[in-house]
């Protein structure tokens, strides 16, 4: 067995690795639920928002938290994200995709609302994600108000506005299917620099919501390759056949061609045959 260089060894890890920079889970849009629009609503929530009514391929590149696993946290650090304008019974795929060159492992799982309020591990942790984001922001506006020397509007979604007690219920609240996104992220490395080891750098992500289409069959986002793979097989079967045609054509004049010089110098071998008898008599 020939040794392998460095070239060729790195080239391997790399392809090793680039085959484990997606994570992705699988779920059917749950049916409706009475969501309030008043507070507290999941607007309250400050998170990001995943619709597949937002775009043709909606998604969002973000940089999600990871920590490396600890006994409260066995499966890293957690973020959360809101699924909205889902359609109930319609298959949906989620995936998180990240560069190779951050090795993470990702735990990528959707909750019912319901089920998050009723399982105190997930609130919590829905809480604490909740929390820091909204203090996050809001000291990013009192930088921005600061460097303006200007006081802004309060923002909606820390300080959401009262619609009065005699707004029709109809307006309180809309019927919507939502699912509640939970990303772990476990840092998945080991590093002699202490530094990397103790301050985990946060993860270059892009998460994308892909309904399925055509019976729940086929991601909306391979329609274009299912495409172009069916018009490729169809070129190849009309082309096939006008190749087999060709040659079948070429073999029967090919045929007929030497049908035709064989019965030639058969008869010229027989005209030969009888003069040399004739000369012999």
Known sequence: MLPLSRSSLAVCLQAVLAVANTEKAIFLGPASIAVPLEHPTLDGLGLDVLSPAAASSPSIRTHLEAQFPTASHPHGAATWLLLDGLEEGRRYEV????????PTAFRVITHEVEDVWATPELITSLWAYSTSRLQAQAASDDDNNTKNHATPPPSPIITPQSSGNNQPQAQKQREASVLLLQILAAADYVSANATV????????????????????????????????IVAVAAAAFYVARYVVARLRAFVAAAAADGGDDGAGRTQKQLHQKTKKKKKTQ
């Open 95 to 102: 995936r998180v995709c990240w560069a190779a060159t951050q």
């Open 197 to 228: 080891m103790r301050d985990v750098a946060r993860v270059d992500a892009d998460v994308i919501l892909d309904p399925f289409v055509l019976l729940n069959a086929v991601p909306r986002s391979l329609l274009p390759t299912a495409g172009y």
